[in-house]
């Protein structure tokens, strides 16, 4: 079955960075264009970022872009996100998730504060 776990995310002062880590199982990675996904407390579910399957096409939410950097490892079946001069208005649990499937990983909280 499809698993995601993602990993990396820890507590961060404003302006750091972090590298957030998925690794996904359960299907042919190299098929299917990923995502990363952030819920913050009492707020909806966003996109952050989406990437092709085959690295073609990086799409990034206006709040994070020229800030985080999403690639893949298709021969290691993992995606990151490298989030450079990182906000309080960042604080979430990050997710990663496939296209074309519902189900979601645990995710990994990230907070930025002083």
């Known amino acids: 079955q499809v698993q995601l776990v993602e990993s990396g995310g820890g507590l961060v002062q404003p302006g750091g960075s972090l590298r957030l880590s998925c690794a996904a199982s359960g299907f042919v990675f190299s098929n299917y264009a990923m995502s990363w996904y952030r819920q913050a407390p009492g707020k909806e579910r966003e996109r952050v970022s989406t990437?092709?399957?085959?690295?073609?096409?990086?799409t990034y939410a206006d709040f994070v872009k020229g800030r985080f950097t999403m690639t893949r490892d298709n021969a290691r079946n993992m995606v990151y996100l490298q989030m450079n001069s990182l906000k309080p208005e960042d604080t979430a649990v990050y997710y990663c998730?496939?296209?074309?499937?519902?189900?979601w990983g645990q995710g990994t909280q990230v907070t930025v504060s002083s």
């Open positions: 998730k496939r296209t074309n499937y519902d189900g």
């Open positions: 990437i092709g399957n085959e690295f073609d096409l990086t």
